[in-house]
Structure formats: structure tokens, C-alpha cells
């Protein structure tokens, strides 16, 4: 299951969260967002015992964007205990999102 966050959301989905959260920030305007979201969900699937998955539109909480200093769209966090354990961008194909989410 995805979450789409937002401010009144953020501090239950992530910061009080126990499990690693990833974050996949995206916007309107971001045709290779529409692209991998049908992706992202399939490792939603796939990886739910590992992960929890989120997505912020970039528009609409610029608050989360700035508090990661994120500059674009397709970004991903990976967050454990509060604290960015990994970063990565761009699409990705399922051997290079695998080889992220594993990295310490």
C-alpha cells in the first residue's frame, strides 16, 4: 500500500514510524513520475516487508521538500529512525531500485 503524504500525515507515516520508509517525491508536471508510479507500486508489493512507501507531491508540501533539501522531482529517500539512510534519483529499472533499497 502507498501513502501520499502531506503535513497532517507526515509525523505518523514517517517520523513515529518503526519500519523504513521510502519517500518517492514527485510532481504534476512530471511525465517520468506518471511513468514509474505504476512501477513503485509493484514494489510496493513486492518489497512491503522491508519498506513502507510514500509519495509527496513536490506542489503541494514544499515544507517536506525543503526539510530533505530535495531539488527534483524522482527523488527518493530511504528513512530509518528518523535519519536518510540512502538517496538516489532518476528512473530506475527493478535490479537498480533493488541494489538502493539493500544499500547501507
Not at 13 to 24: G, P, W
Not at 90 to 103: A, L, P, S, W
Amino acid at each position: 500500500m502507498i501513502t501520499y503524504l502531506n503535513s497532517l500525515n507526515y509525523n505518523k507515516e514517517v517520523t513515529l514510524n518503526k519500519k523504513r520508509v521510502i519517500l518517492l517525491f514527485t510532481a504534476s508536471w512530471c511525465l517520468a513520475c506518471d511513468e514509474i508510479l505504476p512501477k513503485y507500486e509493484q514494489w510496493a508489493k513486492r518489497y512491503s516487508n522491508k519498506l513502507e512507501f510514500k509519495i509527496v507531491d513536490m506542489h503541494k508540501n514544499k515544507r517536506i521538500v525543503k526539510k530533505y533539501d530535495v531539488a527534483s522531482s524522482l527523488t527518493f529517500l530511504i528513512i530509518e529512525n528518523k535519519t536518510v539512510i540512502n538517496r538516489f534519483a532518476g528512473m530506475q529499472t527493478d535490479e537498480t531500485f533493488d541494489y538502493f533499497i539493500n544499500r547501507k
